[in-house]
């Protein structure tokens, strides 16, 4: 993961690694705890006309073969971490033709089967560099 979300629950989370070193699931269950919230951003790109000034950027290497996958923290809110790369992964050998939109209706079925409320918003884009698999 090269981004991280910005509301008060994943800085909340964020902080806590780094300060506590503990593991992922721990540093959630703390902020969750101490009612750190999803829906409250911390920035944004534009609100109300003011632009965001700190944007996150960073560099990774990529090689043909490898798989990006931009997507909304909704995508892992119904497909966690732990079965993300799995889940694209059995898509890509199964159904390579339009990975995201498989794993947008995968999250939104699982999104649907929770009803623990209002769905979060749920959006991917998959980016295959060359061809997949790569035949080594």
Known sequence: ????????????????MEDRRISLESAQDQAAKEGAEKNKLTRSISTAGNRMSQLDSGETSIFPGDVLLLCSDGIENYIPD?????TLKHILDRK???????LVE?????????????????????LIVGNYPVKR
Do not use: C, Y
């Open 1 to 16: 993961q090269m981004t991280q979300d910005h509301n008060e629950f994943g800085e909340r989370v964020t902080e806590l």
């Open 82 to 86: 732990k079965e993300l790369w799995i």
């Open 96 to 102: 390579p033709e339009n990975p995201a939109t498989s």
């Open 106 to 126: 995968i999250a939104l079925n699982k999104a649907t089967s929770d009803r623990k409320g209002r769905i979060d918003d749920i959006s991917a884009a998959v």
